[in-house]
């Protein structure tokens, strides 16, 4: 028995104030603007009951925290312009500065068998810290993009964006006691991603799409949570933000009680960035990351819904995804850490069903509905998998509608996982791979709810 073998107990809070508001003028016939500032402050801390520090002459546990505080303001904007019937162009931006806090930190417990902190408080004066990070994050961001209705049945819409952000990282001395903490900075800039969409819709029934676009993800705070070493090294190795293209094309149908639509599309992920922990995720310990290359996606979805009556619909959806690593996972040497190329995609599966038979007269409601999910495996490699499963979700429920105080009133019955089916729902909770560890030998799995009953009252005024 290790204390890997128990992750005793822990729980989230946070805490926000959001203010915004958004100003739009017409500032002639043709030209419209549209501002909108906001500000947002947040404290959120996520707790976990750890044996791997002990209280100082008190519990042989102590209430791991991982604090962040945010507090940011920004303003999005545009001006348009109708330049002609049909034409319209526009422009835009986003410019935002984060001023960004985040420390793991130890909270005392009393020598007793319940917890001297509750799971609804945030927990004051920590008696020990393995970091306190503080980044400055800018963020810059502006669009161009024009769309032209041809004729009444041809739309054409296109464009491009550009996004530069900065992470300065830095951390406080006097909060900070584990030998790999580091600073610095790091920039995410593409200041030319494009973006182009036509629709031909030849009949009012038949609507045939068909788009391309090119997007970048900006790095998070993940790179500095790593040892100087790493961190200089990964820099030295050119890191790159993770980007993508997506090609995207399909039909839609609008008939008067039926609708459909079937979409295909291919995806290229490429500087798939990767974190590898060499310790369990109850401890804390500097990750390393790397880029392992690209992922591509392909596949199709099938939609459609008929209504029987105006009270009685049918819905049917299906999606088959073919997702894979294009390369092998190395580390920083060079090493093989997870033969991943040609392999799926983990918590990935290659179908998805979806059925649902729903009733509303006005009155009565009732509603069944199944989704069905195939294989998915948990490795990079393959070599651990969880079979396919299928969830039921039932509901009835009763609408009172009369000319006294209960109109309006309703009362459903919900019953989730009618079949009560054991399966995982959660793949990769904690990370994923983790080098130092067999496949599957790591515990990051989530079992998925059992068979639950809700009754919800509702009143309409």
């Given amino acids: 028995m290790t204390g890997d073998d128990a992750y005793y107990d822990g729980y989230g809070l946070r805490k926000d104030l959001l203010i915004g508001m958004s100003v739009d003028y017409d500032l002639t016939d043709e030209l419209h603007v549209r501002v909108s500032p906001y500000y947002h402050n947040n404290r959120g801390i996520g707790t976990w009951w750890t044996p791997y520090v002990p209280t100082p002459g008190g519990s042989s546990l102590s209430v791991r925290g991982t604090e962040y505080f945010i507090n ?66 800018n963020t810059y961001q502006y669009y161009v993009q024009d769309t032209w209705e041809l004729t009444d049945s041809l739309k054409v819409s296109g464009g491009w964006k550009g996004i530069q952000v900065d992470i300065d990282a830095s951390n406080d001395p006097s909060r900070t006691s584990a030998s790999w903490a580091t600073q610095g900075s790091l920039t995410a800039k593409d200041m030319f991603l494009p973006q182009v969409g036509v629709n031909y819709r030849p009949i009012y029934e038949v609507e045939l799409f068909g788009s391309y676009a090119e997007n970048m993800r900006a790095f998070t705070t993940t790179p500095f949570i790593t040892s100087p070493d790493q961190f200089a090294a990964i820099r030295e190795q050119g890191l ?47 990750s390393v990351l790397n880029n392992v290359g690209s992922v591509t996606t392909k596949g199709v979805e099938v939609t459609g819904q008929y209504r029987v009556t105006p009270a009685l619909s049918l819905y049917a959806a299906y999606a088959y995804t073919d997702a894979s690593y294009d390369d092998d996972v190395l580390n920083g040497a060079g090493e093989l850490v997870a033969a991943s190329g040609g392999k799926s995609v983990v918590d990935q599966p290659e179908h998805l069903i979806n059925g649902e038979i729903s009733y509303d007269d006005g009155t009565f409601i009732g509603r069944a509905h199944v989704n069905y999910q195939s294989k998915r495996y948990a490795t990079y490699e393959n070599d651990l998998s969880f079979k396919g499963r299928a969830l039921v979700d ?52 989530m079992v998925g709810a059992p068979r639950q009953w809700f009754v919800t009252l509702k009143k309409a005024f």
């Fill in 72 to 137: 940011r303001m920004g303003v999005t904007g545009s001006l348009s312009y109708d330049l002609f019937r049909g034409n319209q162009i526009e422009v835009g931006g986003w410019y935002e500065i984060n001023d960004y806090d985040t420390a793991r930190d130890y909270f005392g417990l009393d020598d007793a068998p319940t917890s001297s902190i509750s799971h609804h408080e945030f927990p004051k004066n920590p008696f020990a810290y393995d970091y306190f990070y503080k980044f400055d994050i």
């Fill in 240 to 286: 790159k933000p993770e980007t993508s293209k997506t090609f995207e094309g399909g039909l839609r149908f609008h008939l008067p009680k039926f609708e459909a639509s079937v979409v295909g599309y291919h995806v290229k992920f490429d500087n798939r960035l990767f974190s590898v922990s060499p310790c369990s995720a109850i401890e804390s310990c500097p």
């Fill in 394 to 445: 039932l509901t009835v429920g009763y609408r009172i509608n009369s000319d006294d105080a209960l109109d309006g009133t309703e009362i459903q019955l919900n019953v989730t996982n009618v079949t009560d089916e054991k399966y995982v729902s959660t793949i990769g909770q904690s990370g994923g791979y983790q080098a130092s560890y067999a496949p599957g030998d790591w515990q990051y799995f």
